[in-house]
Every structure is written in C-alpha cells, then in structure tokens.
C-alpha cells in the first residue's frame, strides 16, 4: 500500500475520530503494549515432534495443505515470517510436543534441554513464551483419561509430566524476563452416559493440587486451567467441565482459560469475563472460532471477535487478561492462517481502543439506550481501517492484503521445497 495514501487516510481519519473524543495516536500507543499469543500448533496440525503418536484427545485438524513443519527449526522459521507480518511485539505459546528431543522423547518427565533452543530463539527476537503440557496424542492417554484415570499409574504419570511442564514454564519465564503462562488442559471424558462423573472429579481435584503442589514464583510461571463442554470420543462428560475448573480456579488461586470453542453454540466468552474476573485475578483466553462445534477455525474479525476485545479494553482487563489464540486449519497455508487470526485479534483490540466508551456508558447510565445503539451502529462505519494500515506501516508490517504476497512468495521459495 501506498505510504502517501495511508497517511493521509490517517490524518482524516484521527480528525473523525477526535470529533468524537478519541485520540488515534493514543489508542496505538495502548494497542502497542497488549501482546497476543500466537499458538505453534497451527504451524502442523497439532502433530509436534515427538515420532510416533497420532492426535488424539478428540480435537482435529482438517485438511492436507502442503508445506507444514516437520521439525523445531522449520516451525520457527515460519513463526518468524508469520510474525513479519504482523504489527506489535507477541509471544508464542508451545505445547510439550514441540521439544528439540535428543533421542527417546520422554513425555513423563519432559526436560528443560528440549526447550533451550526455543529460549534462546525467544530471547533473541525479544518474544515471550507460554506453554502447555501435553496430555494426549500418547499411549498413556488411550484409555481417554488422564489426570482424573481411576487408574494410580496413569495418574501418576500424567501427574509428573504436568509437574515437569512447570519447570519448563519457569524456565522460560527466568530466561525471558516475562512469566509465562502454562496451560493444563486434559482430554479426559465419556463418549457416554457415566454413572461416576464425582469419582473422576475428586480424582482430577487430587491430581491437580499435586502436580501444583510445588510453589513456583508468579513473576516465572503462571498456571491455567482449561475446561471444556465435550470433546469427540467425550460427548457426555467432561471431567474438566466450566464449574470444575472456575471452582478450581477460584480456590487454588489459578488462572481459569477460557476457550471460544470450549462451550454451547450459542454461548459466547466475551460475557463471561466481566463475572469470572470478579472472582478470578487472571484469566486466559483461547480465542478460537468453534463453526457448529469446536471446530477451532481461524479467527476472523467477527462479532464475537469484537465483543472479546471491548471487554477486555473497556474494563482495562489488559493486565489481568492473558490473549492466546487456538486454531488450527491445516486446509490453508498455515503462515497465512496464523496472520489471518492475529491480525484480527489485533485489528479488534485496535477496534475497541478506539470506541468512545465513556460517551457510551454515560448514555447508558442515563438510560438513553436509544443513543447507546445509534452510536455502537454508527461506530461500525467509522474509519478504523486507515488506522490499522497505519499502524501496520509504522510497525514495518505489510498493510492491507500486501502480506499476502510475501506468504505466497514464501510457500514457492520454502513450504514448496519441502
Ligand atoms: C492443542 C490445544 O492445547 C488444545 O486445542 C486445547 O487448548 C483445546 O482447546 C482442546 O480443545
Ligand atoms: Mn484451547
């Protein structure tokens, strides 16, 4: 895109919206602080390098496009153009999977030498890191159970593997200067009517409180929990249900994640964050985009997209809300798909910044709702795009469709030599 053209557009658009009581340049400075996690698993269908395990865990990538990462040196290479693309300075969030392994992979005790690599990479392009134990796509996980198996074994096992993960996490939150946040999710669940779902729960209470039992400094390390509604193979119970783990979280002073594809289809986590955070310190988010199911499409800048982002910036939420992504569509190239997502998650806080929410709310508080609803239609046509083109230019980053280019020049010179 012309730079001419872009700054100009600005320059008319920061008038319009300074009519309006909002400072342009001030919203960009705001967005320019709120980091978004973008999610490795994207970057090949969830499969990791660990040799020989299929996804499991009733989550799935569709799709066949070619040029996905085979190995950590490939996957960084595509984070990095993925991450040109994109304005702001984020963090990547790694799963336990994505370990440069020296032999065997041992997921029971997964060692900090399997992320080093990751560190230092991290440390020099000036990202942080976030991270997730593993608990599927393993022969521990086959029985469907995990930390909440009735099985002392399994349990343990998956106990020590969550144990170990922490460790990483803390490691990088050391090395990197930002704590990161590790995420516990587990599959566990029935494909069909259980008589015992309280015997699981108590279990999975127990093994969670001894794989945290370990005090790790909050400024290295920060703990989540991720519930979910149903999985495929668990469609009648989920042992770590929503009540399971905002219970969970709220006793045990841990993070609670919400997943955008993790409830009903109609139920949206842009509503729940305003209840959860009166009770919960942090929240983290795994914005997805579930079509019909938790079906983990790529983000788009959606409605609900939207609505994420007005609460999170409406009730200054920035510190206390941690932004993680969670798709993956392996039907498309998978640079693209991460700076589709990305860039929309960030298109929408960008959106949000620059809402007059104080002129909203007063109409609201004096019950002119009649404004309230002229004012969020109106707002819709406003010109955020030539802010977001220039904050894309400002940042060094393609604006416009100019970064679908530099992807399609990337898939002939590397995803296709693959
Ligand atoms: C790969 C992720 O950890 C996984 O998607 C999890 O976060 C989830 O959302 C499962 O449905
Ligand atoms: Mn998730």
């Given at each position: 895109m012309n730079e001419q053209y872009v700054n100009k557009n600005y320059d008319s658009a920061k008038e319009a919206y300074a009519a309006l009581g909002v400072d342009t340049d001030a919203a960009i400075e705001a967005l320019k602080k709120i980091p978004v996690s973008l999610h490795c698993w994207q970057g090949d269908d969830v499969g990791g390098f660990e040799s020989d395990c299929d996804l499991s865990g009733g989550i799935q990538a569709t799709g066949n496009y070619p040029?996905?990462?085979?190995n950590a040196c490939q996957l960084r290479q595509d984070l990095d153009k993925a991450l040109s693309l994109i304005p702001g300075t984020h963090r990547v969030n790694l799963h336990a999977i994505y370990g440069e392994f020296d032999g065997k992979p041992d997921r029971r005790h997964v060692s900090i030498d399997s992320f080093k690599g990751w560190a230092q990479w991290a440390k020099d392009k000036g990202l942080g890191l976030d991270f997730n134990g593993t608990f599927f796509s393993h022969p521990m996980a086959d029985s469907g159970f995990t930390l909440s198996s009735k099985d002392k074994d399994i349990r343990s096992f998956w106990i020590d593997h969550g144990k170990s993960c922490r460790k990483v996490g803390e490691y990088f939150g050391k090395e990197l200067g930002k704590p990161c946040v590790t995420n516990v999710w587990v599959p566990d669940g029935y494909k069909d009517i259980p008589i015992d779902r309280s015997g699981h729960r108590a279990i999975l209470e127990k093994s969670l409180d001894e794989m945290f039992a370990e005090d790790i400094s909050p400024e290295h390390n920060l703990d989540a929990v991720e519930c979910k509604l149903f999985g495929i193979g668990s469609e009648s119970c989920t042992i770590g249900s929503h009540e399971f783990y905002m219970g969970y979280a709220m006793k045990n002073n841990k993070l609670l994640c919400l997943d955008a594809g993790h409830f009903h289809p109609t139920e949206v986590i842009s509503d729940k964050l305003s209840s959860c955070l009166l009770y919960i310190d942090r929240l983290l988010l795994h914005v997805s985009r579930p079509v019909r199911w938790d079906s983990d499409h790529v983000v788009i800048f959606n409605e609900e997209l939207q609505y994420i982002a007005q609460e999170v910036i409406r009730n200054n939420f920035q510190s206390r809300v941690h932004i993680g992504l969670d798709f993956f569509d392996a039907s498309i190239n998978r640079i693209a798909a991460w700076v589709i997502g990305t860039r929309a998650m960030i298109k929408a806080l960008l959106t949000a910044l620059l809402e007059p929410s104080q002129m909203l709310k007063e109409a609201e508080e004096a019950g002119d709702f009649t404004k309230r609803l002229a004012m969020l239609e109106e707002l819709k046509s406003m010109p955020f795009g030539a802010v977001w083109d220039y904050y894309c230019l400002k940042s060094g980053t393609p604006a416009g469709a100019d970064w679908l280019a530099e992807v399609k020049d990337y898939e002939n010179a590397v995803l296709s030599k693959r």
């Open positions: 040029g996905k990462a085979t």
